[in-house]
Nanobody, 123 residues
């Protein structure tokens, strides 16, 4: 069982930055594919970024060049650095994990989920 706890959400103006964190209850860097997903009001949940050892990180086209996913294996923490934020980035952001062999930006493949952290971007 993997427990995931997100933090770092908040309300910022467009153009600002936030860094989301996801603390995992177990070591994940070499065992799991980790990802960030988001769900905006009235929309389906979508993949934002994934990270998997031995493979390039994946980013949604809408965030590529603005967001960076990373992880600290010493603290079992996943990060999402979000720069140049836009109002359309407003959403609940979720951390998720799945066995590294099943890595996908499709949320249906993710097995473990956090409860989310809310990001609100004002124009």
């Amino acid at each position: 069982q993997v427990q995931l706890v997100e933090s770092g959400g908040g309300s910022v103006q467009a153009g600002g930055s936030l860094r989301l964190s996801c603390a995992a209850s177990v070591s994940t860097a070499t065992t799991f594919c980790m990802g960030w997903f988001r769900q905006a009001p009235g929309k389906e949940r979508e993949g934002v970024a994934t990270i998997n050892v031995g493979a390039p990180s994946w980013y949604a086209a809408s965030v590529r060049g603005r967001f960076t996913i990373s992880q600290d294996s010493a603290t079992n923490t996943l990060y999402l650095q979000m720069n140049n934020l836009k109002p359309e980035d407003t959403a609940m952001y979720y951390c998720a994990a799945v066995d590294r062999g099943l890595c996908s930006p499709d949320d249906r493949y993710m097995h473990y989920w956090g409860k989310g952290t809310l990001v609100i971007i004002s124009s």
